[in-house]
């Protein structure tokens, strides 16, 4: 297992560059399953998740090379759908973005069961209604998932998503965008992984119009061909990045980001005292470590993100005084970490999906889990912000998962942290 051994109180300092974005590259890694020749994909970040998926692609045919250390080529022309290894898909949530891809292509889809970070359960029902709606017959069980298409082709119909889910909109959009005829997604998601997902699919010669808004409209082409498109940077690293500047009383510019991707979380920053200079490709933040308590909701896109809630919660603890609110709406069981922020004294109450944080101003070195990709970047924060010496035991190397080089990028601000393996 890896852990991180972290000396606390240097604020952090300098300039730090975001690499892609998980969550868009996993879904347009998948995507070239649908394709025929060769993409070239820049601003891929090499984490686990995808070193994972491309693994998973390789197995199956896919050829595979990396030109960069950002940037890769990759063509599934030989690659046989139905044959993926049921242990890699395993590894990863993404991996679900094979079942649309392959009944795109092939009319027929088998996985084993897909993983990911296991904060809450995390059903398929969306992803499979919209796979019937669009002609498929699919059987899903606790070993995997296996669809057919008894017509001979996916035909082109309308989606209504009762609650909106990102998987799902990918999954849909991978499965209708060489359907035959006209597929409508209302209620689709609007996050900016699916308007990457789009302009990589259109560039390869696509139909698909309306991401980024509540309805999707894709026009089934007859096939696609690859390209060479640029990932958008990633939200959530920024968004963490921005975190640990305000938890360490530094000063930190944040590049080569969207800011415009995190207007969702500048509200509760600025309420909590965080200065912000924004730039549309860049933010610097600066914070005297006086902290103000604040709440927020999780929502999905526009409104506050799921993935920056145990970050921020992890900054309520070291507002000084007054109570922070933190409402948890897309995955409610994603709390485990406040047993841990606990152990380095911090006062949280929690009441089913709703977190009162007592701000005490100050959080103290412990051992520590991680228990997911975004806890585990959480806690490491909390560790550079404490007094003392933190261990975080990441023990499913989860923080590997989604962020490149984590300790690596914080070392350069000034941070004292080490990883090490432990057997
Ligand atoms: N849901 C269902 N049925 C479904 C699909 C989803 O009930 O068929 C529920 C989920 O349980 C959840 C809600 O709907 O309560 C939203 O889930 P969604 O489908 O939007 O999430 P996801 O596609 O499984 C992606 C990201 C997550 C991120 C969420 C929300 C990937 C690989 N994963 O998950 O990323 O938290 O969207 O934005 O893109 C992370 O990066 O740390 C991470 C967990």
Known sequence: MNYFTIDGGSPLTGDVYISGMKNSALPIIFATVLVRGRSVLENIPKITDITGALEILRRMGAEVEWLSPSSLSISTDHLKPGTSDPELVRTMRGSLYLLGAELGRAQETKIGAPGGCGFDSRPIDRHIRCFEALGAVVDAGSSGVHATVPAGKLKGTDIFFSESTVGGTVNCILAAATAEGVTTIRRAAKEPHIVDLQNYLNLCGADIRGAGTDVITVHGVRELHGCTYRILPDMIEAGTFI??????????????????????????????????????????????????????????????????????????????????????????????????????????????????????????????????????AAMIIAGLAAHGRTIVLDEKECVARGYLNFAGKLRSLGARIQEEKRK
């Open 243 to 376: 975190v640990a500047a305000a938890a360490t009383g530094g000063r930190v510019t944040v590049r080569d980001m969207v800011s415009s991707h995190l207007e969702c979380i500048f509200p509760q920053l600025r309420e909590m005292g965080v200065g912000l200079d924004v730039y549309p490709d860049r933010v610097t933040v600066s914070s005297n470590g006086k902290l103000n308590p604040t709440s927020f909701v999780s929502e999905p896109y526009p409104g506050f993100p799921t993935d920056m809630q145990p970050q921020l919660a992890m900054l309520c603890c070291l507002s000084s005084g007054g109570i922070s609110t933190v409402t948890e709406k897309i995955f409610k069981a994603r709390f485990q970490y406040t047993e841990e922020l606990k152990k380095m004294g911090a006062n949280i109450v929690l009441n089913q999906n709703e977190a009162r944080i007592f701000g005490t101003g100050v959080l103290y070195g412990a051992t520590v889990k991680s228990h997911d990709l975004r806890a585990g």
